[in-house]
DNA sequence: CCTTGGCACTCCCGACGCCCGAGTGCTAAA
DNA sequence: TTTAGCACTCGGGCGTCGGGAGTGCCAAGG
């Protein structure tokens, strides 16, 4: 398909766009990288990779830049991954390692990953799914208000406000959360749908209605995702004029949180990196942008993701690193949280 | 000081740059501003306010724009308010009590104000000053883990997982759980500091590194801002080239924080709505910026506020309008809740 | 004395024309 | 097959220019 020379020269191209923002032109090429090729026969090959759809000219007489399929063979064949080196490693998941609480822990993923990339950074906090329900507490409030508080083997607390019809006196309440303990423990979070959740309210008799607000709510994750440095995507010279459609796509976690869904769906395998290109989205606001994004699991489940977002003009080596890193160090620490509580 | 004339003319050119963002000359402030007097006329009163130091001119021959001073005139002197539509109030007052989450409500409330105001809003979370501690409770995760679960009179739920060195027993915990109880529940939130905690880590004996890191635990709140629509800010077309700095302040809790606070300390009473602009702001960032922020309270404490961030030329009536009825919304919400809770 | 019309002046802004440089495609020679 | 040369194209920067909006000042009029 591509010899060799179109293909060093492709990866050319990007590295320079990618660095400078400006259409890159043959003679460029022929200066700053060491092909060993003059201009002419480097304008022939640029001429092939157009043809191939591979490179745009913004106009006539202009260099070239990426196009979005362009960038997609390069990153499936000619980006060069170097690896972070150990020291730096070792300093990011410390710094993840020494987060107290699990919204701590996303925050400071979602930062790291923002700096070391120049990116935005989004971070979907571990879904309920998979993990089990490590302790299960209802907080009596008034007579008629409880708080649900739920921790899952993830360490995410979740808690729920519960306003009932009747009083309810304390000492119903934790016989209550006794036998819903003895129900739902070690269980796991997706398990806890449809008929499972309605044959439990039945068994826990009186208080069926209790039981069914209870279990609902278990089920919802609280915030789920989190974002670091939009301030970078203002940054970027392509959005200068346009951030505003981007800030309000940011805004609304239920539209994001579609997304990285469909972001992970695309990946070519659980455990590989994402990478979603320009027109390859389905939302409008994202066409001039690239996602790069690695899951991260807990135990053997697939929990979230680690992503970058930025122009189509995006560093993907570096980010392809940074956010395989981070997601690593989350799989780590949310392992040795698993480990250490099985310890016990 | 400033005579009628100067005054309704000020007023003028403050309603007509607010509009347009353009400087307003005097021929349009004769034509579309029922004045009744001649160009020649108000270009006089124009002089004589710049001299004031309330206007500007970007350049010779341009019109005339209003300075931070002169907003400042405008919105002690000259501003005028115009009440919601009952309807409209009503509808917002619903929106808000229907939130059943205290962070449902607060990112709620924001939205509305972004909406109203069309520019970026921020809420600050409640204080746990002045709240009271309704509910406590310790949730043994393993043997050296616990989830602390507080519950506050705000119905501000926050939950801190506390690690120890050494293992206790279940029935260690809820017996400290109900001892904690016992001196805790009912106490405000913000007498808890310093000798308080200390002499009650005293007196619960053996557990007291335990205590003494719950208690530290409980004074600290989730997290304190909620932020809305800043996509509204890169609209603004003050703000085309550089949003980048704001968004890297607002992107930073605590500096919006002690932000936030530093602009209520400006308000003449505390029931008062606070506006901050431009060069009265201490930070860099925020030069261009001007903010308008009210408060809320809880039973008679001042908790939090509500406030919306714009630029210089902002609608400032509609901008006090929108955080005034949306802080009394909260006010009244966390009143309904008090009282709600005080039937008991 | 205040107001107003007139007038000269200033300045921004957009349009126009111009040129330069960067880049291309093509062709012919090595 | 590569390369040098050449003619061509196009965008961007720059100076010029005119229009328009606005001002300040002055003198006349109520």
Redesign the interface.
């Known amino acids: 398909m591509l010899n060799q020379r179109q293909r060093d020269i492709l990866r050319a191209v990007v590295d320079d766009y990618v660095s400078t923002a400006e259409p890159v032109g043959s003679r460029t090429l022929s200066r700053k990288y060491g092909l060993g090729l003059s201009p002419a026969t480097i304008r022939n090959a640029l001429a092939d990779l157009e043809d191939e759809g591979l490179l745009r000219q913004p106009h006539t007489s202009a260099g070239r830049v990426p196009s979005d399929q362009g960038y997609r063979v390069f990153v499936e064949e000619l980006m060069a991954l170097s690896p972070l080196e150990p020291s730096v490693r070792a300093d990011l998941l410390r710094r993840q390692a020494e987060a ?2 699990l ?1 701590d822990l996303l925050t400071q993923t979602a930062r790291l990953a923002a700096v070391l990339s120049g990116c935005t950074a989004i971070v979907r906090a571990p879904r309920p799914a998979g993990a089990r329900i ?4 209802l ?7 409880l ?1 649900l ?1 739920v ?1 899952s083997s993830t ?1 995410a ?1 979740t ?3 519960i306003t009932l019809d009747e009083p309810i006196a304390p000492d119903e309440v934790s016989a209550l959360a006794l036998g819903l303990r003895q129900h739902l423990l070690d269980r796991p979070l997706d398990a806890l749908t449809g008929r499972v959740l309605e044959s439990l309210a039945e068994r826990m008799g009186r208080h069926r209605d209790l039981i069914r607000q209870v279990l609902c709510r278990v089920e919802a994750p ?2 789920a995702v989190v974002i ?5 995507l ?2 970027q010279p392509e959005f ?2 346009r ?3 981007l ?2 796509f940011l ?1 609304r976690p239920e539209r994001v949180l579609r997304w990285m869904h469909e972001v992970r769906s695309g990946a070519p395998s659980p455990g590989a990196v994402s990478i979603r290109i320009g027109g390859e989205h389905r939302d409008p606001e994202l066409q001039a942008c690239s996602v790069v994004a690695a899951s991260y699991t807990i135990g053997d489940e697939v929990a979230g993701e680690v992503a970058v977002l930025g122009p189509t003009r995006l560093d993907y080596a570096t980010a392809v690193t940074a956010v395989s890193v981070l997601a690593a160090g989350l799989s780590e620490v949310f392992g040795a949280r698993l480990s ?2 099985g310890r ?1």
């Open positions: 107290d609480d919204r490590r302790a299960l507490s907080v009596p409030v008034t007579d008629r208000d708080v508080v921790v360490g607390v808690h729920r406000p609280d915030d670091a440095q939009t301030a970078n203002a940054r200068q004029q951030v505003d459609g800030l309000d805004d250490g509580e016990q």
